[in-house]
């Protein structure tokens, strides 16, 4: 099984510009997360994904969007990158609420 | 509200010394407990978990006990190695089935 996984891993973007952050889990799990790590303040939840096309919004959920076509497949969108969205996102999936999460590698974004 | 708090690191040991990472919270109702660690360059990955006061969970050498009455969840390991260095994260499940993390604490292991 190769779990949860994310592309890219880096990127750079200049400010105003778009992108997606891929992830897709194989472990047939309901719950998938989006979540963003800045140094020293643990994770923040952006987005989650209760199921295939059921989507809400977590703690930091302003300048992105989701959306869940699939169960496997959970994008996350950045239309108008800006400073502060330079950060670690990563990407994770359980089977059931509160269960275990597991996560993907990370991507590491910057916005200049 | 919900909240987990963690000893500020980075916390730099030498091989074989004892460790304890202290985590306590604040949340409603009886909520579940979780350590992840984070090695470097990867996710993160549950470490241990307890779902009731007094459970202990244990996992690669690595021990927390949830104390209700402390509303505290310290992690302890007897021995640690070089390979155990990484972030480790406090978590708790609220009654609402959300989780949150603590901010995280940064271990380094010396030889």
């Known amino acids: 099984n190769a779990g949860v996984t994310q592309t890219p891993k880096f990127r750079i973007l200049k400010i105003g510009q778009s992108m997606t952050l891929q992830c897709t889990q194989d472990?047939?799990?309901?719950?998938m997360y989006w979540y963003r790590q800045d140094p020293g303040m643990g994770l923040k939840l952006i987005y989650y994904?209760?199921?295939?096309?059921?989507?809400d919004k977590g703690e930091v959920p302003n300048g992105y969007n989701v959306s869940r076509s699939t169960t496997e497949d959970f994008p996350l969108r950045l239309e108008l990158a800006a400073p502060s969205q330079t950060s670690v996102y990563f990407c994770a999936s359980s089977y059931d609420t509160g269960q275990e999460q597991f996560f993907g590698p990370g991507t590491r974004l910057t916005v200049l | 509200g919900n909240s987990v708090t963690q000893m500020e690191g980075p916390v730099t040991l030498s091989e074989e010394a004892f460790l304890t990472i202290n985590c306590t919270y604040t949340?409603?109702?009886?909520?579940?407990l979780f350590w992840y660690v984070q090695y470097p360059g990867e996710g993160l990955q549950l470490l241990l978990k307890a779902t009731k006061a007094d459970d202990k969970g244990s996992n690669k050498g690595f021990e927390a006990t949830y104390r209700k009455e402390t509303t505290s969840f310290h992690l302890e390991k007897g021995s640690v190695q070089v390979s155990d260095s990484a972030v480790y994260f406090c978590a708790l499940r609220t009654s609402y089935d959300k989780v949150i993390f603590g901010p995280g604490t940064s271990l380094s292991v010396i030889p």
């Open positions: 994904s209760v199921g295939a096309g059921i989507t």
């Open positions: 949340a409603t109702g009886y909520p579940s």
């Open positions: 472990m047939n799990h309901n719950y």
